[in-house]
């Protein structure tokens, strides 16, 4: 079976379950664990079915759960080195200090170490995310599978594995082609996946559509194409003028008139489903999104291809399958 559920699209938090044959995969964690498993438990999926979580890039929307899901279920995260590294140092972000305090650190670090190192003693993780609460019947909800955690270390994970972006990779049944795409985020990147020879496009966050993404994005079976704002109301909109240069420049995010251009012109039209995601809840309308694909796409009307859904922010998207 090959199923695709957007739990969470937009500027709050991103997540989506990719399951095919025996594997499932969580694309980002930009939901609480709590709210990850109440979702995944709305739409039918068993969050202790997951087999791994792959990060696009570090921006809170997409890993701000990550955490202390990977730990409730024992399972590997992937990354690129590059967003590893950012997303460790946002979670601990380092202080100037004097070479004393230093020193003074260092030493009592080495003094920790030590002390740890005989001990090797591990400790649970606080239940921040109990899947029986996250359940509207905790009686009959299954225990999460706990990880053990190391004291004090926010950015300790069951395991971590990397990937770089132009070079295919396996989960389990799922094989994954990594892409670098334009934002500004250490090493930001969008997938395709294959199984059971269906292809399906993942491209958010996105500045604009580079040649190498054009080229990732053909022959699928489903695209998951980011449309986050009208170039209008971005313009006329409530952000400060710093905050719109970001959105619209080559490494923000991909206006409804970009996302239609794409669809109108470079887009292979193969594709069952093309759903837009990330729109913006301040700079955009999901009517003005969809009536601007809709034109892109008029020329490429079909029973069999084409169907245009809306990922929404607050809500899942009915799972697709094939």
Request: charged letters at 25%; proline letters at 5%.
């Amino acid at each position: 079976m090959v199923r695709f559920t957007v739990l969470a699209s937009g500027s709050k938090g991103n997540s989506t379950v990719v399951t095919g044959g025996r594997t499932r995969i969580l694309v980002d964690c930009g939901l609480s664990c709590r709210e990850l498993f109440r979702r995944m438990k709305l739409m039918d999926e068993e969050p202790e079915s997951l087999n791994a979580i792959i990060i696009t890039h570090e921006h809170s929307d997409h890993v701000n759960g990550v955490a202390v899901t990977a730990r409730k279920l024992g399972i590997p995260v992937y990354f690129t080195e590059g967003t590893h590294r950012a997303w460790m140092r946002w979670l601990s972000p380092r202080k100037k200090m004097t070479y004393a305090q230093w020193l003074e650190q260092t030493r009592r670090q080495a003094a920790e170490r030590q002390a740890e190192a005989g001990a090797a003693v591990y400790e649970g993780e606080p239940d921040e995310c109990d899947l029986a609460e996250a359940t509207d019947a905790p009686q009959e909800a299954a225990e999460p599978v706990k990880a053990p955690a190391k004291a004090k270390d926010p950015t300790w994970l069951p395991g971590v594995e990397y990937f770089a972006a132009g070079e295919p990779f396996q989960i389990g049944d799922i094989a994954v082609s990594p892409f670098t795409t334009s934002h500004d985020a250490a090493d930001p990147c969008g997938f395709v996946f294959e199984t059971e020879k269906v292809r399906m496009g993942f491209a958010t966050d996105l500045g604009y559509i580079s040649p190498n993404v054009k080229a990732q994005l053909k022959n699928l079976d489903l695209l998951l194409l980011e449309s986050n704002h009208d170039l209008e109301m971005l313009r006329d909109g409530p952000y400060p003028w710093q905050v719109k240069q970001r959105v619209l420049s080559r490494v923000g995010h991909l206006s409804n008139e970009a996302a239609a251009g794409f669809l109108e012109g470079d887009y292979d039209g193969n594709a069952a489903y093309v759903i837009l995601g990330h729109l913006s809840e301040s700079n955009n309308l999901p009517e003005l999104a969809r009536v601007t694909a809709e034109r892109a796409l008029s020329g490429r009307a079909s029973l069999l291809a084409n169907r245009l859904l809306l990922a929404a922010q607050h809500e899942p998207l009915s799972s697709i399958y094939f």
